[in-house]
């Protein structure tokens, strides 16, 4: 099984579970996720949580301009490219991969020109366009499961087997890139927890997750942070689901996780780094 995942213009060597795993910040320039909308909305204050993530030792940032909330309306292409374009330039340079959270292929297209090293991709590159977009760059794509979209995704989730039906739509996907001519080293999956799901499909997924990632051989992204999955089980708001935040990461990480999409970059750093020294 391949382990070493390349991002653009950097490489990392990814083991087998229990070993390093990669921590990536969230960056949302956005006034309405449902965790930290409106804190980091203008360059200054996103610029200055950016480099608190790099002196936390995040190892790649992930820059987001629209939020994939449930219930979220789409945003219009030209406020996406206003919010997201001037901090990727602004942290171009910054000595660690950038990633850009997008599903609309002109925010790729316009992100790969100005040095983004990663799209993290909601809707798997099923936009039209979305493949040609990333197809002749270097760039890692990550490919992700959702039910439905953002505006209508937690109405009813219905599965007959989730387990089996997101990774069946996982490998049907990274089918379609590759045979587009995008090479496997460049992609991974990502299970998509809370984007059209129940709390009982969410902790089934992460249960089975060693046993996707193994089937479908690719690095693995896992994005548990400060989700109502973990207020589920602990009882708090969104705002007190640190500790839940750092449990979920290392389950994630024992399961198989490859990487770990947080807010909380310090802590998760700090708790990854125990755990491995416990291993």
């Known amino acids: 099984m391949r382990h070493y995942f390349q ?9 087998t579970p229990g070993g390093k ?12 996720s449902f965790s930290d909308g409106g804190q980091f909305q203008s360059l200054e204050f996103a610029l200055a949580r950016a480099e608190q993530m790099l002196a936390d030792g995040v190892d790649i940032i992930d820059i987001g301009g629209e939020s994939s909330r449930p219930g979220a309306p789409q945003l219009s292409l030209q406020e996406e490219l206003r919010r997201v ?16 959270d997008t599903y609309k292929p002109e925010v790729m297209r316009e ?28 760039c890692a794509l990550c490919i992700m499961h959702m039910q439905n979209a953002p505006e209508t995704m937690q109405r ?37 927890y809370g984007f059209g799901k129940t709390v009982e499909h969410n902790y089934a997924l992460l249960k089975a997750s060693g046993q996707i990632r193994a089937e479908l051989g690719l690095p693995m992204l896992a994005g548990l942070s400060r989700k109502s999955m973990l207020g589920a089980v602990t009882g708090k ?9 750092l449990a979920g990461a290392l389950a994630a990480v024992a399961h198989g996780a ?22």
């Open 111 to 138: 992100a790969i020109l100005a040095g983004a090293d990663m799209i993290n991709d909601i809707n798997a590159f099923r936009a039209p366009g979305a493949i040609s977009a990333v197809r002749d760059s270097d």
């Open 85 to 100: 374009m001037p901090v990727l330039y602004a942290l171009r340079d910054c000595g660690k991969p950038l990633s850009v």
């Open 156 to 192: 009813q989730p219905d599965y007959v087997d989730v387990v089996r039906e997101v990774s069946d739509f996982l490998r049907r996907r990274v089918e379609e890139l590759t045979a587009a001519g995008i090479e496997r080293e460049r992609l991974c999956i990502d299970l998509g």
């Open 258 to 279: 490859d990487l770990i999409r947080v807010h909380d970059v310090a802590e998760t750093v700090d708790a990854l780094s125990v755990w491995r020294a416990a291993h």
């Open 21 to 32: 795993a990669l921590v990536m910040g969230i960056l949302n320039v956005t006034p309405d």
């Open 7 to 15: 991002f653009g213009r950097f490489g990392f060597n990814l083991t």
């Open 237 to 245: 708001p969104v705002e007190q689901r640190l500790a839940g935040s």
